[in-house]
């Protein structure tokens, strides 16, 4: 039984093996004979907010045969306060999968535990695998083999995103700077853990410096909110913007996972400069999920 919980427990192999398949579906997209998924049901649990994970997964789902079934966790039980484990236990006897949007990174891994039916982290409060995957396919598509490269990610640099950067670094063999204030920093039990080339520095301007690509992602991730007025004074400062591309590699890749707030995270001019790569990097989710899906089952 094959899940998808974090890139930490994700080998180099499967990543590779996912990124190389991704590929292909997206080639094939629309004359496509594969159907891994057929005559199945795949269960889209989500406690939190979604347009592409989402969008992504169902779409994916139902070209791969299968059908998506998409429960909002506030309007099932498991709203109500009924457990994770008893949840999985009912539907791990009626779908032949699941995908999980929530917020403790345990809630995920006791669902795959106890439902005994293929599980997906479609972000965690630790994690976002699938978007880091489909980061890394886009920018392998765009610019050749990410190893030996240097991704800068500037912003909040302890939320899921960038854990999922650090596990990605260690394993793809790419260097990896995250430019943030210290208190927005990974942990140091999670670079410890990772191992591989992983620089923090307060000092946006040396990490932004010779980078092949620049990333960034929300100041206030979903669940951070009441921390808002206290993230945007911390964070201000720490945007990508016409200045910060400068100092990186001529053709540098700018990349967002979106959703984007303009004059937060990213300016406005930066945004629409780069809107080709990041709205292709959001198509590349869909072909991602679905190279995903076919791995699991396979
Ligand atoms: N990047 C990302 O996960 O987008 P959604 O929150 O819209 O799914």
Known sequence: MKHLLSLEK???????????????????????????????????IFAKSSTRTRVSFEVGIS?????????????????????????????????????????????????????????????TDEEHPCQILTDIFTFEELSGPIQGKVVTFVGDGACNVPASWVWAAAKLGFELRIAAPKPYQPSADLLQRAGGRVVCTEDIKAAAAGADVLYT?????????????????????????????????????????LPAY??????????????????????????VQKAILNWIVG
């Open 10 to 44: 994700l080998s180099r192999d499967e990543m590779v093996a996912i990124l190389r398949s991704a590929g292909s579906f997206k080639q094939q997209r629309g004359r496509d004979p594969r159907k891994p998924l057929a005559g199945q049901t795949w269960a889209m």
């Open 63 to 123: 070209e791969l045969g299968a059908r998506p079934m998409f429960l909002s966790a506030a309007e099932i039980q498991l709203g109500r306060g009924e457990p994770i484990k008893d949840t999985a236990r009912v539907l791990g006897r009626m779908v032949h999968g699941a995908v999980i949007r929530t917020y403790g990174q345990k809630d995920v891994e006791e669902f795959a535990e106890f439902s005994g039916i293929p599980t997906i982290n479609a972000l």
């Open 262 to 287: 303009r004059g937060k995270e990213i300016d406005e001019e930066t945004f629409e400069a780069n809107a080709a790569t990041i709205f292709t990097e959001a198509e590349n989710r869909l072909h």
């Open 217 to 257: 992602d929300v100041w206030v991730s979903m669940g951070k909110e009441a921390e808002s007025a206290q993230r945007l004074q911390t964070l201000t400062g720490y945007q990508i913007n016409q200045a910060l591309v400068k100092l990186a590699k001529p053709g540098a890749l700018v990349m967002h996972c």
